[in-house]
């Protein structure tokens, strides 16, 4: 049976100093099929997939392609193998064209117009082969992000790739972008690809793989088939218990208003990123932004946590006002009990050389609690670090553990639970879901909905349309830096949505209602 395996994993086993992150793995992944792999923040999926691809070496334990044991001691030795990966992390040359970027470390030389030709013709028919249409002269950092991923795809398959390795490819995409994305994977398998799905969307991994594998502490408890299986069940396997995917919201009266926005202008390089748009956020109320990514949401929420001046118009942020002329920066707001969740965790929510001890008072650092009169309280700090870190369930629970060597919904974690632990009046909130595996989904939702209760006003931003429709109380709509449309969270479905987010006419609406 062993012909029909693309891969195998025997006894992989991987430890970095204390923590287990690889427990005698066992894996079979099928030819040609989509084999998805879940498990818990922390979980080991990443690892897991970094030694299949040379980036660490297992202390234990053989990979088998093709039936063949193979020693894969970096990442050439796995693109020889016939291995690609496309990271979340993009690993592309920005200010590269696109063809340049898939030719970029291959054979035939960037500067020889004979290979830059052939690599034209190869990259065209690979675009033609899997529906990967692309321009190849186009600059990678001009592409949006849906683009830029499927350069990654072709730059595998370029390199000769049987096995296909996404390592949650769907959290910075669009829903558009990953309807697409799926219909990619679906032609890849067509054509005998193997693909190897790691995500934390359940959705996905029913809708789009043929075998589930879940890992859990590093170990791999379960192999089902898609078919044989639903959500429910591979949530539970996943977190060893049953997961509610519906949040309980209760009607709630809203107080004053805690945010207003009136007629606020950001501009950048000349072009009006928010045009004079208005809005209130009251106490007791979640205020979900809705919108396709590049609509103006993360200028918002830049310009209303201090990283972004305002042209124009004003913000009030619990009492006090923001203008052009009277610009608040990031500590500052932070001071008047604002709370700020940012999309990108890497950029602007963390240090990567940082402790989680110093990740957990990043902007907070002043605070009389975590100083002596000179000094920074030690004691305080890893105390107050240790005890928020066991409360998110943030794994391992160790405080001198540098930031950059958390799973990426831990880092997630991290980050959210610094900024509600604050107790802010306001929540500036993006994405706060991102990467992170379904049981650590409900309790950070109850924790939002609970600031709701507590009377504080949320600004909530996220691509995840469930999300905002099951949190929000009401749901405004971004387009083209003009809010487009509100709705009440009660009347807004999917498709609803979804034409706003497009911009359509009225009657499409209309329509869009009757046939909801
Ligand atoms: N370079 C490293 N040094 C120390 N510990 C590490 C390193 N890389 C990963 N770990 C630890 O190994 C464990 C498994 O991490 P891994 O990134 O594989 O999890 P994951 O299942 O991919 O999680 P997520 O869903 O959050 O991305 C975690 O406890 C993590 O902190």
Request: glycine share 10%; net charge negative; aromatic share 4%.
């Amino acid at each position: 049976m062993t012909d029909s395996l693309a891969i195998e994993l025997r006894g992989i086993d991987k430890r970095f100093g204390e923590v287990h992150a690889n427990k005698y793995i066992d894996l079979k992944v099928n030819k040609g099929t989509i084999h998805g792999i879940v498990g818990e923040n922390g979980a080991g999926k990443s690892t897991l997939m970094s030694i299949i691809y040379g980036f660490y070496q297992a202390d234990a334990g053989d990979i088998l392609i093709d039936g063949q044991v193979v020693h894969i001691k970096g990442s050439q030795d796995a693109i020889d193998a016939g291995i690609g990966m496309v990271h979340q992390h993009f690993m592309l040359v920005d200010n590269f064209t696109v063809l340049e970027n898939v030719m970029l470390g291959t054979e035939g030389g960037m500067m020889l117009r004979q290979g830059m030709s052939k690599a034209r013709t190869e990259l065209q028919r690979l675009a033609t082969d899997y529906g990967l249409d692309i321009d190849p002269d186009a600059i990678v950092e001009e592409l949006p992000v849906g683009l830029q991923q499927r350069v990654e795809i072709l730059k595998a398959l370029y390199r000769g790739a049987k096995v296909l390795i996404l390592d949650e490819p769907t959290g910075v995409l669009t829903p558009q972008e990953t309807e697409h994305l799926f219909k990619i994977l679906a032609s890849l398998k067509a054509r005998g690809t193997t693909v190897i799905l790691i995500t934390h969307k359940l959705r996905e991994i029913m809708a789009a793989t043929d075998h589930v594998s879940v890992m859990r502490r590093g170990e791999m408890v379960a192999h089902v088939d898609t078919a044989n299986t639903n959500r429910e069940e591979l949530a539970e396997l996943m977190v060893g218990r049953k997961v509610r995917f519906k949040v309980e919201r209760e009607a709630h009266a809203p107080g004053k208003a805690l945010l207003s926005v009136k007629d606020v202008v950001v501009r950048e390089g000349g072009v009006d990123r928010l045009k004079n748009i208005s809005f209130e956020v009251r106490e007791g109320e979640i205020l979900g932004v809705a919108g396709v990514s590049g609509n103006g949401q993360s200028e918002l929420l830049e310009a209303l946590s201090g990283i972004r001046p305002i042209n124009g118009g004003v913000i009030e942020l619990n009492g006090h006002q923001i203008t052009a002329e009277h610009h608040m920066d990031p500590y500052q707001i932070r001071g008047i009990g604002v709370g700020h969740v940012p999309e990108d965790r890497h950029k602007m929510g963390l240090i990567n050389k940082f402790d989680a001890q110093e990740a957990f008072i990043l902007g907070y650092h002043r605070k009389a609690e975590y100083n002596h009169t000179f000094l920074q309280n030690k004691n305080a700090i890893l105390k107050d670090c240790q005890e928020k870190m066991d409360t998110w369930d943030v794994r391992p629970a160790d405080p001198c553990l540098k930031t950059a060597n958390f799973s990426g919904g831990n880092q997630q974690k991290l980050v959210i639970a610094r900024e509600v632990e604050q107790d802010p009046d306001v929540l500036l909130v993006g994405q706060p879901t991102r990467g992170v595996d379904i049981g650590a989904i409900e309790f950070i939702h109850k924790r939002i909905i609970d600031m709701r209760n507590a009377g504080k006003a949320v600004l909530l931003v996220s691509v995840e349309l469930d999300e905002i429709m099951s949190l929000a109380d009401r749901i405004i709509v971004m387009f083209d830096g003009n809010i487009v449309g509100e709705i009440s969270s009660d009347q807004a479905d999917e498709k609803t949505l979804g034409l706003m987010m497009a911009n359509c006419t009225p009657d499409h609406l209309q329509q869009a209602g009757g046939n909801a």
